[in-house]
């Protein structure tokens, strides 16, 4: 069985609040948090980008396993902000990590579903008998352009899973990809933020593929949404993980402590699986997680994990990190993202 | 005389699986099987648009009818702003009066949500005078300064103009086709963020995809085989300057007050015979004012007039206005708005309307309005 042996997770300090940002447009606060569910989300600092966060994610979960780092022959770093046009994350990312040069790397990029994706390869890989040991990172400094509804959603963080063949904390009992060409979200080469279609990024395209990629993991494993313990949707906002899991069946007992959008906001490529930082903090050794990412352009992976014993051993505090926070005003936001 | 013997609509709303000609496709096919004709016994065509200018660079849009209609007749494309619809229908009818035995397809449609928002609104404002686009007015904006100035002219509050959007959410509840079937409250219009000033979105009709058809004859022979027809006993297109500045007053569309008072000349009926209307709500005040210059309410009382909700479905038996669900609530696929009014019409004059139908409505109104007010037409059915 291939799994997640370690994880690790980063979130900055840094806060906006809904009202601040409202508060700025003349937008009455009240309608935003009730339209989008976010409290307020986390933003990174200005000297930080998606590659530092993912380091410390990185670095958190190589840190807690006694795991020979030359034998991570797998580096792969999904992001929709990496640093670099051209030029690689991931093989800064295993510099700074002590990676010997004997490693395969790439960036991946789908969106927010880049990082899910990098998981599917790298397990395969894993599989294949080409590495014992595989990293994947998701890790993003969200961008929205002012005044757009992006700006209350777009947050930073990173979400790093060391896979391997044992000891594992979650076993990868099996996963669905559903993809096709929806042009909901995008943002062309050279373009600072992204663009996208309004309403049409919900019912073709979010709940579409989400819908499809489940029910084919459901059909594939004869698992229903009942015999999850779990459900971690990708959050673009507090609305959609909920209507999607009702539609699917799920109960909100179920997806109420992945909800982490309420409070971080959507770190992209990190969204879905900050949901399951989340959730490991609570889950029991043979637990069922149903973990979904959807990434714009569009396409959702979902997976079916069971959690084995090793999580009483390995189980990371997520509720204490990110009370460690410090609320900003609004040209403080602008300065750390870089837009003043 | 002009008989119109079958209409068809698409479903208004977010289409966005379907483009422009997939729904003018959609339209057409749809007449024609409705009113048992082929495509080699239209003689001609008229079709209402603005944006695919200069939203999608198609322009020459009859030749592309030529190809999915599969004919080599005349088709003619009639654009005026949110009364393209409008004025494609009175193209046509003129077209009828000076050529006997022809039958005519009516065809309008629009595609609006593909675009952002930003190049939606832009190409709206190409209805509007160049001074004003480049003060930064938009219509919401134009609307929004007609409002103000009635609201404080005859002390009605953002209430009065509430009951509006009320009134057509509610027959739009009761259409199938309708972009919105969601009934509202006076509340939820009060509440919804503003647009510009009074407007709210509540009192603002939707950016919406969607394509209407009807089909109009003088052929004798072919009227007698149709189970359902209407005869269009006025069709009156009128223009006014299309700045706001250039009016003389705020508080009335000029074009709508003499395209309204020509037709019921011509039509030879009085105000009180009309008993079912589609008007022109592309704001709630714009319906307030529609109904006072089409002469159904005396100027200044439409405040008072739309609280007491009689021309709702349902309460009473005066004049029911917009059963569609107007535009705020059917929704405005511009080009296509102008056609599915007078398609309505043909529905409640034919007894096709369904839950919404208006009992003993021997005459109906369409009335729809370009830009601000710089074009009106006003088409009056008789069953």
């Known amino acids: ?340 | 005389m002009s008989k119109l013997i079958g209409y068809y609509t698409t479903q208004f709303g977010e289409l966005w699986e379907k483009s422009l000609f997939d729904l003018v496709e959609e339209a057409i096919s749809g007449v024609l099987k409705q009113t048992s004709l082929s495509n080699k016994q239209i003689d001609a065509v008229f079709f209402g648009n603005m944006l695919a200018g200069v939203l999608e660079n198609n322009l020459h849009s009859p030749s592309k009818i030529a190809e999915i209609l599969k004919v080599n007749i005349p088709i003619y494309r009639a654009e005026a702003a949110c009364a393209s619809g409008g004025a494609a229908f009175n193209l046509a009818k003129t077209y009828l009066d000076s050529n006997s035995n022809k039958n005519v397809l009516v065809v309008g449609a629009e595609k609006m949500t593909d675009y952002s928002p930003e190049e939606t609104i832009t190409g709206l404002s190409a209805a509007s005078s160049g001074e004003e686009q480049e003060a930064g007015l938009t219509f919401p904006g134009l609307y929004g300064m007609m409002a103000n100035y009635y609201l404080e002219k005859y002390h009605y509050t953002e209430e009065n103009l509430a009951y509006v959007s009320v009134k057509n959410h509610f027959h739009g509840s009761l259409n199938s086709k309708a972009h919105f079937r969601k009934k509202i409250t006076v509340k939820d219009v009060l509440s919804s963020p503003y647009v510009a000033y009074p407007l709210k979105v509540l009192d603002s009709s939707p950016i919406s995809d969607g394509a209407s058809a009807v089909i109009l004859t003088n052929n004798r022979d072919l009227i007698k085989k149709q189970k359902n027809s209407v005869s269009v006993i006025a069709s009156e297109l009128v223009t006014d300057t299309i700045s706001l500045k250039e009016r003389k007053k705020m508080d009335e569309i000029l074009a709508t007050k003499n395209a309204a008072d020509i037709a019921f000349e011509k039509a030879k009926i009085s105000r009180k015979d009309i008993k079912v209307a589609e008007v022109h709500d592309c704001f709630s005040i714009a319906e307030i004012l529609a109904m006072e210059d089409l002469g159904f309410w005396e100027k200044g009382t439409g405040g008072n007039k739309i609280t007491e909700l009689s021309t709702m479905f349902g309460n009473g038996d005066s004049l029911i206005v917009n059963t569609s669900g107007g535009l705020k609530a059917a929704g405005h696929p511009v080009g296509a708005t102008g056609i599915k009014q007078i398609g309505e019409i043909f529905l409640q004059l034919t007894g096709q309307a369904e839950k919404r139908q208006v009992k003993n409505a021997k005459y109906g109104l369409a009335h729809n309005v370009g830009g601000s007010g710089g074009t009106a037409v006003v088409t009056i059915l008789s069953s």
Request: aromatic share 12%.
């Open chain 1, 1 to 340: 069985m291939i799994g997640v042996i370690s994880y690790g997770f980063y979130i900055p300090k840094y806060r906006i609040k809904t009202e601040v940002i409202a508060n700025v447009w003349g937008k009455n606060p009240e309608d935003v948090k009730k339209s989008l569910m976010i409290e307020e989300k986390a933003v990174s600092g200005i000297d930080e980008d998606s590659l530092t966060m993912a380091f410390e994610s990185a670095f958190s979960a190589l840190s807690t396993v006694a795991v020979d780092r030359n034998k991570i022959k797998v580096v792969l770093f999904g992001s929709e902000t990496h640093p670099y046009a051209v030029n690689p994350a991931s093989t800064i990312l295993a510099e700074f990590l002590g990676i010997e040069k004997n490693y395969l790397a790439y960036d991946t990029e789908f969106a927010c579903k880049a990082a899910t994706g990098a998981l599917i390869s790298a397990q395969a890989l894993i599989k294949s008998g080409y590495s014992d040991y595989a990293l994947i990172t998701g890790s993003d400094k969200g961008m929205g352009k002012t005044h757009d509804v992006l700006e209350y959603t777009a947050a930073s963080g990173s979400v790093s899973l060391l896979l391997g063949k044992d000891d594992l904390i979650l076993e990868i009992l099996d996963f669905e990809s559903f993809s096709s060409d929806t042009p909901d979200f995008w943002r062309r080469e050279g373009i600072r933020y992204p663009s996208h279609g309004g309403r049409f990024t919900g019912k073709p395209s979010y709940f579409y593929h989400i819908k499809e990629s489940a029910r084919s993991l459901f059909k594939k494993t004869g698992l229903l949404p009942k015999d999850f313990s779990f459900a971690v949707f990708h959050m673009p906002n507090g609305k959609f993980p909920v209507q999607v899991a009702k539609s699917l069946g799920f109960l909100p007992a179920q997806i109420k402590d992945s909800l982490t959008v309420n409070y971080l906001g959507n770190s992209y490529t990190a969204s879905a699986l900050m949901g399951l930082m989340a959730v490991l903090e609570k889950a029991k050794p043979d637990d069922l997680i149903f973990l979904c990412s959807y990434g714009s352009g569009a396409g959702s992976d979902s997976f079916a994990l069971k959690v084995t014993k090793n999580i009483l051993k390995k189980r990371k505090e997520f509720t204490k990190i990110i009370k460690d926070k410090k609320n900003i005003d609004y040209p403080t936001y602008l300065k750390f993202m870089e837009m003043i």
